[in-house]
């Protein structure tokens, strides 16, 4: 047997092992979680008691009780709030949107966009005109002034990941307001982004540009969508009535929310991993995001639990205001480098409490070279996507200032935006094993960076 | 540039091709698939207006009709009806179960296992024994007479592919009466394999060994399971009544539906594809099996809506009888053998309309590793999986008779057993997206084993 040989058979065998006892480590994570599992009953209070969280509501405030109780039952060695200033957007009175034919009055299903203020309070009565996308409108820009931009751009089925379908449509939702404002439309209704069969509106954030109006922004389901597309095809001169009742007042006092694990070794090296707090108001914010501040504090748990001290310090953060404004994560990147601290590495979860597929990664090729050597160890759990491009809004601050790796959970992401934004954003659109299944792969990638580094 | 080197080159540019050719292909199918789909229409129409179906009942004659329609619409070149006796066993009236503590009455919510037989009519009244498994039962065999068993063994959370958990658990149902008959138990309370947070009973199929009594059996549902076993170990002189009023009446006809795509190369090789028509009672049979049936139609409709035509015939089977007898496959193989017929493949979904994750494959070792070398066309549609084990009940046969290569489709499995069996298992629970993928990826299977053979 030659010395070569030798070599590479002992290191062959050294790796064995160590995938060896890798597997075993994260099986018993696993069964802690399986078996033991606190993130659904987490995520039933958060839902049930306190409800939709938008920044500044006093539900924030309750939210941010719940989650420094949840994190200190979970067994953190240290449990903070972090202050930060958000907005604080209220929506008002109920929407009221309609058309009349000859005599019968047609509701349109819509809620206000996030951030978008509220019509006078005698409303917008206006001619509509459809726009399918950007390209059309500026084609027909002259043809804006004094009406209604109703932008009926679809969700494309055929991206298999839907959050493509996302990145797509969503910019009609973020600038559809202001590009219509700046020919002079007077307000903006938007097709909802969403593949479902049902007609709930989805909200979602918008800024406006500050050098035009500051036009009502609504949205509206996809069956009202097509009815009111169908009723201008054959009326062209309809005229649809719109009231909103939001306002932006000014900035409260909000918290990011955050809990400590206490490395062994390294302390000073911080890996965070989170989600956000705040969620939209017609719902329970079930899966965006209490699914990813419930995923979050389960890891903390389970590695409690099963007495795994981790090497470096493992820090789980709600963040404060993701959806109108990143308020939460530009804060705790601000603080960190104030502060001098050292982050490691951080793990987004805000993509719903679905079975896990993968985990996207925004780091150094050579890292995630390292990062895809581990995939064997989540395939029992279902994860077998590890690829490049991901992380999470609420950690990309921290990339941003310190060049920190990122990654972020992918969960299926078939039924995500049925739900996203909508009513049936609940708790009862969350199932318990799928929760379960995200924290065991998240808690089994938080293991192997610690263990080994990146 | 030598010549070993200039013909590996042709070879690999030809493999090239090929494979960006069949990406091509399969994009075209799953863009008529998720742009045009009728599966998500067609699962509403079964389940909305045809309901639950047992084998035997009226509603098991309006899905045939149904599955003829269907499948006519979808393009078949020929449909039709092949004969075949199935059991007729029926529900009756509402299963009745109750203890009495301190003059307080408890209702458990149970159902009849499919197959079993009613009590007598003025039910059956009797001390109750828990048995956690079988080994429980025969060191306790001397305690069983006269008395109800409740076999509670529970459904293994750490089971990640929940398939596992019901192979492991579901003997307690198939078998736990007659082996608690063998022993003198007057009736059997199976707790429901499943993970669900509800309380509702699942039922399923039983087989009765006719050495033994036919002693009434029902399921019960987790949260009511845990209260009777709470209240046994309070009280082990506890009594329950419980009355069941099921029977099994002679066979009568029912029809496997058949449609066919006819090949335009290799006719008389025959592939398969298939899922079962009958479903239990006590809700729609949505994912067990309208999915599977659903999906079957829609490769037929989109391959014919592309214009693609198989080389190899294509046969869409709806299996008359798959719970309670099997009575469909076994039928198709049986005549399938008397007329000297060519099994060249056959494919199965009966594991639910749930985002699809890979296949099960029983066929040889050297055609599972033509297939796995498929592997990067199906990961684009969320198939990462292609290994050996799997098929489905109803193409068994076929598999037994021609030794025919068989693959079932595996979707995420997570939410099926909240469903399986019982009331949930409805429409609803269906999402329009993952239903569609699943007939993308068996599509894409059906193309490249038709294109490239086995």
């Known amino acids: 047997m030659g010395k070569l040989f030798v070599s590479l058979f002992f290191l062959f065998a050294a790796n064995a092992t160590a995938q060896q006892n890798d597997s075993l480590m994260i099986r018993r994570i696993a069964d802690e979680i399986l078996d033991n599992g606190k993130a659904y009953e987490n995520l039933r209070v958060l839902c049930k008691t306190v409800g939709g969280r938008v920044a500044g509501s006093p539900q924030m405030l309750k939210a941010e009780a719940w989650g420094v109780k949840t994190l200190k039952e979970a067994g953190a060695d240290k449990v903070w709030l972090q202050e930060c200033m958000v907005p604080h957007w209220v929506r008002g009175a109920k929407e009221e949107c309609y058309f009349t034919v000859a005599g019968v009055k047609t509701n349109l299903d819509v809620l206000a966009l996030g951030n978008s203020l509220g019509s006078s309070a005698k409303g917008v009565t206006a001619q509509v005109v459809l726009i399918n996308d950007f390209d059309e409108l500026e084609k027909r820009k002259d043809e804006i002034k004094g009406k209604i931009v109703f932008y009926n751009y679809k969700f494309n089925k055929r991206f298999v990941k839907t959050f493509q379908a996302y990145g797509d449509a969503s910019k009609y939702r973020g600038q559809g307001p202001s590009r219509a404002a700046k020919y002079g439309a007077v307000a903006v209704i938007v097709r909802s982004m969403t593949h479902a069969a049902d007609n709930n509106p989805h909200t979602g ?25 169908e009723s201008l095809g054959r009326n062209k001169a309809l005229t649809v009535f719109l009231k909103t009742n939001s306002q932006m007042l000014p900035d409260v006092k909000g918290h990011n929310v955050i809990g400590e694990l206490i490395g062994s070794e390294f302390p000073e090296q911080i890996i965070t991993v989170g989600g956000h707090l705040d969620s939209w108001d017609p719902a329970e914010g079930a899966h965006d995001d209490g699914a990813g501040c419930v995923h979050s504090i389960e890891i903390l748990r389970a590695l409690k639990a099963i007495g795994y ?122 199932n318990k094993r799928e929760l379960e299944l995200g924290a065991v792969n998240m808690a089994a990638l938080i293991y192997l960076v610690d263990k080994y580094g990146l």
Request: glycine fraction near 12%; aromatic fraction near 12%.
């Open 309 to 430: 001290k981790p090497k470096r310090t493992l820090r789980v953060v709600l963040f404060a205001n993701e959806e109108n404004g990143l308020r939460g994560g530009n804060k705790y990147a601000e603080e960190a480098k104030a502060k001098g601290e050292t982050h490691y590495f951080a793990l987004e979860s805000d993509a719903g409490g679905f079975t896990p597929r993968g985990f996207g990664f925004t780091m150094k090729p050579e890292q995630l070279v390292k990062v895809q050597q581990w995939s064997d160890l989540f395939k029992p759990y279902g994860v077998f996507e590890l690829t490049a491009g991901g992380g999470g809004a609420d950690i990309g601050p921290l990339a941003r200032t310190f060049n920190t790796p990122l990654a972020g959970l992918q969960p299926d992401s078939q039924r995500y935006f049925d739900i996203h934004h909508a009513r049936t954003d609940i708790f009862e659109a969350v």
């Open 205 to 229: 954030g918008m800024n406006y540009d500050s050098n035009y109006a500051k036009i009502p922004a609504v949205a509206v389901g996809l069956k009202d969508a097509d009815k009111l597309a």
